[in-house]
């Protein structure tokens, strides 16, 4: 029988602290309510500023993304970045035996503050067109939203100032993409780096195509401006939030080392200081309903920490000792990201009331990477690592026939690319390619026996004319995508059931995304071609096209909407058949159009924490 109180503890719980969980909690703690953090994480070592974050990553030989966080106590069991090439029981994803599909290639971190921690921090609004997919290009398998660009832009404003957002006045002046926005940013762009500066010499008034040969249907000619433009980050440009201005490192992934990028965890302290209480090391096992199955009463929780143990040197000599944890509260948010979220409600059997859908519509953004070496030094490594992008092609007639997508210039060189530059992985026969593919140390020492004056000057000359393009397109929604409990013997190291992933990239009908692909790739070889390049390395794999990389985005399994039979919450977020459970996060996108979520999760944060306020003041 379901738990039964009288008083609950707190007027909210949160489970999560990540962008959404610690807007949502900051919002309310200064409205005096009773505000309860739940985190799976620990804290990050930010001693002496970032000294031991600093220290952790110079000492880490990975350089993983998750490296200046490792430490015990600190990252609770999740994905590993380095283990999603193929099924294997040591990745905290499940895939079944004989799994034929695609593997889930993006990630996320279990800490205070969320995967802000080590991202780019693009801040990138949704077109009007993106909410309307299905109305505006009839696209098979795409839904609209049931809720409009006018509805969400006032938060997508408030949005962009508590968190600090750099972006040009020619977004706010100019309606491109017939995209309003009532407010400009809250401060300047990020300097357009050297790099970029190159490209629009020599792309700024050019044109492409966007006919697609072969493709179903007859297409119109439609040029789509290559022309590169600011983009807008939720980073200083100037001093902001009693933070510096962006330093121009080109490390914001894996770290911020001055705080000039907005991180969650900046709003947890704020909430901490209204009054919100934070339990880290706190993985929800599953919620408590009433004994009709309607409203929440509790949460029930796992209490984690990491001890020695001497008879389990496989798992460096460390086992979980677990203790059980419970709270209540008036109102329970979700705020777990995309792959959480409906586990806790998988493990809470919310399925019988949410149907099929739980779970159902994962996505991401399906990118295609492609380097080159530049005939002139573009010298990269400076700046953030994107300070510019070309995004013609994030709307147009052509979205009837294949995706759109958005094209990121890179700063960092080779650093974030598959070539792992410097380091390298050895993963490319380069020996018959010359030493210029992929350049790294591994593979110069090891396939070409330099060393010495010779490493040095090939290094040297690969990284000033490194250049790399990111193209990111959108996935349609496709319920068969999911998550779902894995088998009851699959289980983490807290005792609880991993996540089964069922994901393929192609959508049914086989051709949306894969002629996107076959777009992106002849789009990066114009751009090189007008550029200039000497070596260039496409992730191609004619004639399929079906390589591709994870963005990070892991967007739907509790889709919003209208109709409880086809979605898990409301246009507010709110659970369908729980009046007082919301979800928050990119899990309730209905479609994940092809612009960074966060700027969208962020301005939805906010408008669900405005109906929680008031569904706390009419007391029901």
Known sequence: MATRISQPEYDVIIVGSGVSGALIANQLARKQLRVLILEAGGVARESIGRYELLSAYAASTSKATDSPYCGDNILATQPDPRNTNAPDTSNYLYYPPQYSGDMFKSFYERIVGGTTWHWQAIYVRMLPTD??????????????????????????????EEMGV????????????????????????????????????????????????????????????????????????????????????????????????????????????????????????????????????????????????????????????????????????????????????????????????????????????????????????????????????????????????????????????????????GRFPSTAQGDWLPGSIVNLVRDFGYAGTKLKETLAKHATHQITLNSACEQLPILENRVSLAPADKKDDLGLQRPQIAYKVFDNDGGYVERCFHKIIQFHNKIFDHIGVTHRFMMDDQPTFKLFLGSGHIMGTTRMGTDRTKAVVDPECRAFDHPNLFVVGSSVFPTGANANPTSTVAALALRAADSIERQLRSGS
């Open 131 to 160: 909410f309307k997919l299905n109305s505006t290009y009839h696209v098979k398998q795409a839904v609209d939203w049931p809720i409009g660009y006018s509805d969400i832009e006032p938060y997508y404003v408030r949005a962009e």
């Open 166 to 425: 750099s972006g040009s006045m020619d977004d706010f002046r100019r309606p491109r993409f017939h995209n309003p926005m009532s407010k400009p940013y809250p401060m300047p762009p990020l300097a357009q780096s050297y790099v970029d500066q190159q490209f629009k010499e020599v792309i700024d008034d050019e044109y492409m195509d966007a006919r697609l040969e072969g493709a179903p249907m007859p297409m119109k000619r439609e040029m789509i401006s290559l022309r590169p433009t600011p983009v807008p980050h939720a980073i200083n440009s100037q001093p902001y939030d009693g933070r510096p201005v962006c330093d121009g490192r080109t490390s914001c992934v894996p770290l911020c080392p001055i705080k000039a990028r907005y991180e969650a965890v900046f709003h947890v302290e704020k909430a901490l200081r209204a009054g919100a209480t934070l339990r880290k090391q706190a993985v929800v096992r599953n919620l408590d309903f009433d004994s009709e199955g309607k409203r929440v009463v509790g949460v029930h929780y796992l209490n984690w920490v990491w001890q020695e143990d001497s008879t389990k040197p496989e798992e460096n000599g460390r086992r979980a000792v677990v203790s059980e944890g419970y709270a209540t509260g008036r109102i329970v948010v979700l705020a777990a990201h995309g792959i959480e979220n409906p586990m806790i409600l998988l493990r809470s059997n919310a399925a019988r009331s949410c149907g099929p859908v739980l779970g159902g519509y994962l996505m991401d953004h399906p990118m295609k990477q492609s380097f080159a070496l530049a005939k002139a030094p573009v010298f990269p490594y400076r700046g953030p690592q994107t300070t510019s992008h070309i995004e013609g092609f994030r709307d147009g007639a052509f979205r009837e026939v294949y995706a759109s997508f958005k094209c990121s210039i890179k700063n960092d060189g080779w650093a974030s690319t598959i070539a792992s530059w410097p380091r390298g992985s």
